[in-house]
């Protein structure tokens, strides 16, 4: 088993757990708490999926390399 998979494994074990841990805090429900332990990161996954699309699509022109600017005026860049 690669680690990439192992590491995926325990944040997903880790993000099911908070989540029913903050939702029984909240609700005493074990039943509400399983439902959102469930389906929250699922839909957490679809919308990380299209974050990605979007970031490939126009993040990159957003954050690209611009040459360093002075800070004062009249100052050498470096």
């Known amino acids: 088993m690669s680690l ?3 590491k995926t494994a325990t944040f997903a074990a880790l993000h099911f757990s908070v989540g029913f841990g903050v939702t029984y805090a909240l609700t005493g429900s074990i039943a509400i708490s ?3 332990a469930l389906i929250e990161p ?4 679809v ?3 299209f974050h990605e699309k979007a970031w490939q699509r126009w ?3 957003k954050f ?3 040459p360093a600017r002075p800070l004062l ?3 050498e860049p470096v």
């Not at 699922?42 to 996954?45: A, E, G, L, R």
Request: glycine share 14%; proline share 0%; aromatic share 14%.
């Open 4 to 6: 990439d998979l192992v």
């Open 47 to 49: 919308v990380f999926f």
């Open 64 to 66: 690209q390399r611009v």
């Open 42 to 45: 699922s839909v957490n996954t």
């Open 34 to 36: 399983t439902g959102v």
């Open 73 to 75: 005026a009249g100052a």
């Open 59 to 61: 993040g990159a022109f």
